[in-house]
């Protein structure tokens, strides 16, 4: 490998000596090989380039193997600081590179970076599965974890010793060496698979176009006047005329929502729903391929499917429990589905028309009902939600509860020009993080919104507290020549939800570093990030952000009203979309597969087992349901959305209680989630914070479905 890298580098190499010195010379001005010299260590952007990334990893891995052979061959009996500690503390390298090279394959791609991906994510799962698979290894971490009885480990010590004795049995460890070789190639291959489905999905997604020429002007009528601007500056920028649309969601969903041409609604809705089903992005014969390889690691691994799998990890522990949930949530909101669209249809009837409603009017019609009911139009709304003044919204909200605030730093390093940096600090100046902002969508740009870190949180061995580097991406509407950019309530409540995982990250005081911000179990990591979108319509916040961007008034008290009145408007379809795409993931991975089937068929079967309306498509079809077939990361875990959202209703209706920034309620949010981590089981923190366990009712009286 070193070799193959050194000859692509143009490294011409011919002897051993020349080898070491060819490897020297080209890893001496790598970025990732050196401390970061840039205020709190912000990566340095401007130097890295993508023949850094490879030589990295090597480097990386041979430092992390040197480290575990340390573990390994230490002479002492094994203990949590000689083992388990500096297990958690090596592969220091990788991290710095792994953070970088996978936050701008996400937002900032390129043929050159997925090509380097080919080489990089394969070579770091072949390395993480050498690492689990390591018999003298494991047999220290087992050592300890057999013995922690007898010892007097504080709360987190034992958690993080009980992890990583899972951790390792769970990939592989009690295997033998036959079956882990198995499991390896098994890692692979999804390993390759998980790149192609991406791959594919952000190809098909930039292909994809809806053009409405300029003689068909008409076609536009009902379109807010900033979609049409952000359509004929996309239009300018592929070289055409008129106006074109794409699939991304502040093209797609205003079509959606109010294009009077009900034509135009199907091309756009079939284009989404159809995504990555055709030609060489076509991610079905991959869909098959994942699931046939999970189902063998599942067995390999001593699990019925693969979905047992992964929710032995986490709270919910059973797929049955998962489901269980869903399902409580699931008939409730498919009756309200049938209220909304009898209302809908009404409306359809008055206006002159036969048809009945299709998948492609419900928002449209949704949105005539709720102009109807609450005479709430929400393209009046987004005039108050100039991106700016949300981004000064979750920064008030932040200072209110907890005591930080934002300070721009213009000359930091950032990997875009649309970036934008922040020094968080406390209530004492002190610096707490850094934040970082991405908030508009590009070619480059896979779709949907996230955080993720550039640099973790830990306690060192000298007690000093290292901070993190957070950020957030997301794909709200652009600017245009002569508007901001005006979120919809959808992208606000979006803007508070990443921002909540974002202080989730920068307000961590775990003391180590896997159980630091949000590594806890992944049914509890919504928590943080759904319970602060309830304060984007709070009155008392609105007033201090929702001003409108012309003329510079506060939002009124009426329009607020109004925002409150409709908040639960449409939920039927909201709740039934997300709670069948969660049902989907858990089926999928409930499922064993030894050949392939056909994964629209599959997808028919699930709806109508659920008895799902007809006027609702799940959230994501499986082509483009990143969340589990673009990675391990929410497969048979996309529930947890509304596993969590039964905490974060439940917990704000303490805070409606005590007052919205009762200062008290929010230190123990702060002290018991925030800055807890995983360093406890997630229930207790819960219980520590709220005082009780969760009531599954908060949720639906939270979307408007309990009666």
């Avoid at 990295?56 to 992390?64: D, K, M, Y």
């Avoid at 460890?173 to 390896?184: G, V």
């Avoid at 991406?198 to 003689?215: D, M, S």
């Amino acid at each position: 490998m070193k070799k193959q890298l050194l000859t692509l580098a143009a490294c011409a190499c011919m002897t051993a000596a020349l080898t070491q010195s060819c490897s020297m010379q080209e890893t001496s001005d790598n970025p990732f090989l050196a401390e970061y010299t840039t205020e709190f260590e912000i990566p340095p952007f401007d130097s890295i380039k993508v023949e850094h990334y490879l030589p990295a990893l090597e480097a990386g891995i041979a430092e992390q193997n040197k480290e575990i052979e340390a573990i390994i061959n230490n002479s002492e009996a094994p203990t949590f600081e000689n083992t388990i500690l500096a297990l958690d503390n090596s592969g220091e390298i990788i991290n710095k590179v792994a953070y970088v090279f996978y936050a701008l394959t996400e937002s900032l791609s390129s043929d050159e970076l997925q090509k380097v991906d080919e080489e990089f994510t394969p070579l770091l799962t072949k390395h993480s599965d050498e690492i689990s698979m390591n018999d003298k290894l494991f047999e220290r971490i087992k050592a300890v974890y057999d013995d922690r009885a007898n010892h007097k480990y504080t709360t987190a010590q034992l958690r993080l010793i009980e992890d990583k004795y899972k951790s390792f049995t769970r990939n592989g460890a009690l295997l033998d060496a036959e079956k882990k070789e198995e499991l390896k190639e098994i890692n692979t291959e999804l390993a390759g698979l998980y790149l192609q489905f991406n791959k594919n999905l952000l190809n098909a997604t930039n292909a994809f176009e809806l053009a409405v020429a300029p003689q068909d002007s008409i076609k536009l009528g009902g379109l807010p006047a900033s979609s049409i601007a952000v359509a004929a500056e996309e239009a300018k920028n592929r070289g055409k005329e008129g106006w074109v649309f794409t699939l991304h969601a502040p093209s797609r969903l205003p079509l959606l929502q109010y294009a009077q041409n009900r034509e135009l609604r199907r091309l756009m809705y079939e284009g989404y729903i159809n995504l990555a089903t055709e030609g060489e992005n076509d991610n079905r014969p991959v869909i098959n391929k994942i699931m046939q390889a999970r189902t063998k690691k599942a067995a390999l691994l001593g699990f019925d499917n693969f979905a047992a799998y992964m929710t032995d990890k986490v709270m919910a522990k059973t797929p049955q429990n998962a489901k269980d949930l869903l399902l409580k949530i699931w008939e409730p909101a498919i009756k309200k589905v049938d209220e909304e669209v009898a209302e809908m249809q009404s409306v359809v009837k008055e206006e002159g028309f036969d048809f009945e409603i299709a998948p492609w009017d419900y928002y449209y019609y949704a949105e005539k009902v709720r102009q109807k009911k609450y005479a709430l139009d929400e393209d009046e709304v987004r005039q108050y939600f100039a991106v700016d003044n949300v981004v000064k919204g979750i920064f008030s909200m932040a200072e209110r509860l907890y005591g930080v605030t934002f300070r721009e730093l213009p000359n930091a390093p950032k990997y875009h020009p649309e970036v934008n940096v922040y020094e968080v600090l406390d209530a004492e100046g002190n610096h707490v993080s850094v934040f970082m902002t991405d908030y508009f969508p590009r070619a480059s740009k896979r779709q949907g919104a996230w955080m993720s870190e550039f640099k973790g949180s830990y306690i060192d061995e000298n007690g000093n507290s290292v901070r993190p580097i957070i950020y957030n991406v997301g794909n709200f509407t652009k600017p245009t020549a002569e508007t901001p950019s005006l979120l919809t309530l959808d992208e606000v409540e979006t803007t508070f939800h990443e921002f909540g995982h974002g202080l989730h990250g920068m307000l961590t005081r775990a003391q180590y570093r896997s159980q630091a911000g949000t590594n806890v179990d992944r049914d509890f990591v919504e928590l943080p990030s759904q319970i602060h979108e309830h304060w984007a319509l709070e009155p008392e916040l609105l007033k201090s952000y929702a001003f409108h961007y012309k003329t510079g008034e506060v939002m009124p008290a009426e329009l607020i009203k109004k925002l409150q009145d409709a908040s639960t408007h449409n939920q039927g379809f909201t709740t039934t979309e997300l709670a069948g795409a969660a049902l989907l993931d858990l089926y999928w991975n409930s499922t064993n597969f030894d050949s392939d089937v056909d994964v629209a068929e599959f997808e028919a079967k699930v709806a109508k087992e659920l008895n799902m309306p007809e006027e609702v498509q799940f959230r994501y079809r499986s082509t483009y349901f990143k969340h589990i077939f673009g990675s391990d990361g929410y497969a048979a875990g996309y529930y947890t959305y509304l596993w969590a959202e039964v905490l974060d209703a439940d917990g704000f209706e303490l805070f409606k209680e005590k007052g919205v920034f009762d200062k008290a309620t929010a230190d123990a949010f702060r002290i018991n989630v925030l800055e807890a981590g995983g360093s406890e089981d997630p229930m207790k923190l819960y219980i520590n914070f709220r005082g009780q366990e969760p009531n599954p009712e908060a949720l639906l009286r939270n979307r408007g479905l309990l009666k």
